[in-house]
Structures are given as structure tokens and as C-alpha cells.
């Protein structure tokens, strides 16, 4: 039996999977917006993971005050001890919409695991406030993350990277840049070592909102689910690590914005569907 894909209780969760457009349509960010619920956010920005932080900030606090947000805090921790400093957890205390920023997410995981920082992350979800991430914000969402690995040659035993992640969804692995960098072999072999685990490809200006058991998609961009629950055979435990990988029956989805997926049935959902279930409230394409 796979292990049941979950976010954990709390607010919204938004993974965005990378190069998401910051013009003045911005539509992934102004829907991001548009989750707290607020005439005027406040926006806590977390550029741990970039090696560029002002010019990443600079980006960032442009579009978010220009979709109406009433302060853009700079949450610039660069340095374990940053993770532990009041200040900072008092930042994200004040902040309606928590936002990761891309980069590495090895930084993210490296200077924020265990610390006063990410405990404070997580409570404010589960009080009710929208944590977003990009790129390397995404994939460290989940509990398991992946860190490395080729995108052209990554179906072979040992080939993709995995660490511990945030722990914000539970039995998901998140990938991202997920069609423009060509992933499918890296959620494919994640698949074929780890069957429990539910592959959720991002491609780029393409998010997932997630609330409970459904993980609905929006924005222009593709998402890609890649479900080997139900694969009939592999070689991989025959293999010494750098081996040819085969794998049979793995499921694969396609979904853009309006459709989603039941993630405990693992099965899609059409977007009568939602609206049957009262679902459409989730986005207000705005």
C-alpha cells in the first residue's frame, strides 16, 4: 500500500515550479495574493536559498507591492545563526504570505532544518497563513526532497539525490523546471526505488495549491504527476548504483490550471468536479 499523499493542517500551501512571470499580469503571484484573504497583505520574502538576495528581493518586493501589498519584509537569512535570531522569526510572525524564493535547496535545508525559523514557518500555516515557495522553495516543501541528480540520464539506480525537506506535504516528491529542464527520468527513478512516493512535476509559471487530500493546479504552465503506486516490475533492486533502471507501468498525468488531483485516490479531478465539491472557492482568478 502507498503511503498516503497529504499536505499537512493549516493555510494554503502554494509550489510554484520556477520562472514564474513577474510582469504586470503576474498571474501565479497575484493569485498567491489573493489567498490571504487581505485587502493588503503583508509579504515576508525568504531569499535563503539565492546566491543573488538583493537583486532576488529587489524582484520580488517590485511585483508584490505592485499587486497590493502593504509591506514586503526582506527575511534575509544567510547563516544558521541568522535561523535562531528573533528578529527574523518576529518577520515571519507579521507576515500574511510567507514566500521562498529559488535557488539551492541544500542552502534551505542546510540553514533553516531544525531551527527557531522553520518552527515558526510551520506554526504559522497551521494558524492560517499562505506559504509559497519557487524552484528550490517548492522542492524543499516536502518532506522528502530532491536535491540533485541529471535531468538527460537520471534513470539509473542512485542517480537522483533525495534529503529531508520541510515536511509541509507528506508522501510527495516535488520536482521543478520540471518540462524545461527535462525531469521525467528523475521522478521516474524516484518512483521506481520509492513506489509509495506520488511525483509532482512543475513545470515553469505552473503552481499547485495544496489543501488537504487535493492538490489543485493554476497558472499557464504544465504540472505533471507521475504515480508509481502501481507499477507492475522493476530491475532496480537487481542493480548496483549507475545501472540501466526499467520500470513498468508507471501513471503519468498532465494537468493545467482548473483541474486537480484527489491525492489519498490518487485520481484526477475535472474542473465540474471541483466546482461540484465547493471547491472553486480555492482560487480567485483575479
Known sequence: MSTPAKSTPGGPLVAIGGAEDKTSEAEILR???????????????????????????GEYHEVFSGLGASE????????????????????????????????????????????PVLETIRAQRQSGSVIAGTSAGAACQSQTMVYGGPATDSLRKGAVQMAAGFGLVDGIIIDTHFLERGRFSRLMEVGATNPEYLGVGLGED??????????????????????????????????SDGEAVTVHNVIMHALVDGYGFNLKDRRVLGPDEL???GLEHWIANS
Open 206 to 239: 505552473a503552481a499547485v495549491l495544496f489543501e488537504g487530500d487535493v492538490m489543485r493546479a493554476f497558472g499557464p504552465g504544465h504540472v505533471i504527476i507521475v504515480d508509481s503506486s502501481q507499477i507492475s516490475g522493476s530491475n532496480v533492486f537487481e542493480l
Open 72 to 115: 514586503v519584509l526582506d527575511i534575509r537569512i544567510r547563516e544558521r545563526s541568522d535561523a535562531a535570531s528573533e528578529q527574523f522569526v518576529e518577520m515571519i510572525r507579521n507576515s500574511d504570505i510567507v514566500f521562498i524564493s529559488g535557488g539551492d535547496q541544500m542552502r534551505l535545508t542546510n540553514i533553516l532544518g531544525g531551527s
Open 275 to 277: 466546482r461540484a465539491a
Open 31 to 57: 493569485r498567491v495574493l489573493s489567498l490571504s484573504k487581505k485587502d493588503a497583505p503583508v509579504v515576508g520574502v525568504i531569499t535563503t536559498a539565492s546566491s543573488v538576495p538583493d537583486d532576488v528581493f
